[in-house]
């Protein structure tokens, strides 16, 4: 499969807990991308990566959330001390070159669910 | 800011009917355009996009979308539905140009098509 690959697909966790998510682009894609969608809602921004340079944070991505893309390949998305309002879709995307947001392929998403 | 409204929760439409999923958005300047679909429990699907040039863009399973300027709308079509179109659908817009990093999501249109 040479789609956008997301690990773990489904995580249940405790209030409290810290939780981690990865992300595997499409090979040769410079640009990563993290969303989150909610119950009812459409996918919200939450930072993206060209190369291993995190360009731009939206504010949804609170202190507890960190993004890292280290070799500028696969990236993880950390959530520490989780709430019961992180429960959601976290949906990553990535697009080559300067096509940016518009040429963007997502992949199947991870659901979290914080009890 | 941008923001995208999908003025529907819901449409139901039976199926051999067209159905009609509305979409309309706020951005500035010149936009891009995008539809996506979305399965229970799965990523994003992506169907078209509009970019420049021709107002009607068609894309896959036999969907296409007119872009009006002057109502600043983009919604869905197709002449003939299928109750495997069932689905939710979300509209989104970013900036048009290249380099434009994040897309701006619509809350979402559940198509319910029946026999």
């Known amino acids: 499969d040479t789609g956008v690959s997301q690990d773990p697909r489904h995580k249940i966790t405790k209030r409290g807990q810290n939780v981690t998510f990865r992300c595997d682009p499409i090979?040769?894609?410079?640009?990563l991308y993290w969303y989150r969608q909610t119950l009812g809602q459409g996918p919200e921004f939450l930072t993206y990566?060209?190369?291993?340079?995190?360009?731009?944070k939206s504010r949804l991505l609170s202190d507890r959330f960190s993004a890292e893309r280290p070799k500028g390949s696969f990236s993880t998305l950390e959530i520490q001390r989780t709430e019961q309002g992180d429960s959601a879709m976290y949906l990553c995307a990535s697009s080559l070159g300067t096509g940016g947001a518009k040429d963007a392929f997502f992949g199947q998403g991870t659901r979290l669910t914080v009890v | 800011a941008q923001s995208v409204a999908q003025p529907e929760d819901q449409v139901n439409v039976a199926e051999g009917n067209p159905l009609t999923v509305k979409c309309t958005y706020s951005?500035?300047?010149?936009?891009?355009l995008f539809w996506y679909v979305q399965y229970p429990n799965r990523g994003l699907q992506f169907l078209l996009k509009y970019i420049t040039g021709d107002n009607l863009v068609k894309g896959s399973y036999g969907f296409e979308a007119e872009f009006n300027k002057s109502q600043t709308s983009f919604h869905l079509k197709k002449p003939s539905a299928l109750v495997s179109d069932s689905a939710l659908y979300f509209c989104?817009?970013?900036?048009?140009?290249?380099?434009?990093?994040?897309?701006?999501f619509g809350t979402g249109t559940r198509l319910q098509v029946t026999l």
């Open positions: 990566f060209q190369n291993e340079a995190q360009l731009e």
């Open positions: 989104a817009a970013t900036r048009g140009t290249g380099t434009a990093s994040k897309l701006t």
């Open positions: 090979s040769e894609h410079n640009r």
């Open positions: 951005v500035s300047g010149n936009p891009y």
